[in-house]
């Protein structure tokens, strides 16, 4: 049995345990919250058997293996590097980090500890992405991408009252790049690896964070585009264009079906069954699966390390073109 503390807000934990209770051999009995109003809520709610008031509380409870953080991306580095030091394996939501300088600390941290350290990307665990490149050779030679991530946050509406929210927060490393543009730079990396170049472009919001932007990627024989956005929706499919004809992918982040129309145009569509999919595609269960698996194949030094340590150097690059600094950066420079 793997026993499970969270650090998260009400929201998260919904998908959190959703996830856990579909997996066997694991559960969630205890939380940390900053505030004691968020310590009630969440004892009211899902009565856990322990909550903390304070983080170290956690790290030092010999009684829990591993932790599933949900906190805004700022406090992840120091959130992670305490568990990891005091032996915990760690859960973490996308973005794990602030930048590829705390990554490189963190996946350090975890060798160093002989413990795990995990990303929960949806995209890169569910049966989906695995459906995508066994279609691969149906369309042949892959040419072109478009890869969308666009979304409309009701975020933004708070941020344009002028109420500051974390969503669109350069203190705690937000932003469009940090959530919808790192999920589909996760997804393009997986499929194609790093590209040989790129150029980028960003739309800026008054404090410094982006609410939109779009990716060019350059490889050896093909390109791809990226585009990612809170400030606007797009429910048109990504798609990959081929020799042979063209996948198209309704939603990058769920991946229920996949269409590949032929070079005279007949389409086809290959459904992601129900069975591997679980009972919704906003669940958690894919990620904490492979979590699981990891920790039982004592596979500390997974894959999965190499896709995030070309992510990360990919979205500072990003930000650095398009002049998005976190106060997180600064700290990073002086180490």
Do not use: W
């Not at 973005?95 to 996946?107: D, F, M, R, T």
């Not at 990620?287 to 920790?295: D, P």
């Amino acid at each position: 049995m793997i026993r499970f503390a969270a650090i998260a807000s009400n929201a998260a934990m919904d998908r959190f345990l959703e996830g856990i209770k579909a997996c066997e051999e694991m559960e969630c009995t205890a939380v940390y919250a900053r505030t004691a109003e968020e310590r009630t809520v969440l004892a009211r709610k899902y009565h856990f058997e322990k909550i903390y008031d304070h983080p170290e509380d956690l790290a030092m409870d010999e009684t829990i293996d591993a932790v599933y953080i949900a906190s805004p991306p700022a406090r992840h580095f120091g959130q992670i590097m305490m568990m990891l030091n005091y032996g915990k394996h760690v859960l973490c939501e996308r973005p794990a980090v602030s930048n590829a300088k705390e990554l490189e600390l963190v996946l350090q941290a975890a060798e160093e500890n002989e413990v795990l350290f995990f990303e929960a990307v949806k995209t890169l665990c569910t049966p989906g992405l695995r459906r995508i490149r066994e279609l691969f050779p149906k369309i042949g030679k892959a040419r072109n991408a478009l890869i969308r991530n666009c979304e409309y946050s009701f975020e933004y509406e708070r941020f344009q009252r002028g109420m500051t929210d974390a969503a669109f927060s350069l203190k705690l490393s937000e932003g469009a790049i940090m959530d919808a543009g790192c999920e589909a730079i996760h997804f393009m990396i997986a499929l194609f690896g790093m590209p040989k170049s790129f150029t980028t472009d960003g739309k800026l919001l008054p404090g410094g964070c982006d609410g939109s932007g779009a990716i060019h990627a350059e490889y050896q024989d093909m390109q791809v585009q990226v585009l990612y956005s809170k400030t606007d929706a797009d429910k048109r499919p990504s798609r990959i264009q081929g020799e042979a004809g063209c996948m198209l992918i309704p939603d990058i982040s769920c991946i229920r079906e996949i269409g590949i129309v032929d070079c005279e145009g007949h389409e086809e569509l290959y459904a992601v069954s129900e069975e591997d999919r679980g009972n919704t595609g906003d669940s958690l269960i894919y990620a904490i699966s492979e979590f699981r698996y990891l920790i039982e194949e004592e596979e500390m030094a997974h894959s999965y390390y190499q896709n995030m340590t070309a992510v990360f150097r990919m979205m500072d690059e990003v930000r650095r073109r398009i002049g998005i600094v976190f106060p997180a950066d600064k700290i990073m420079e002086v180490l």
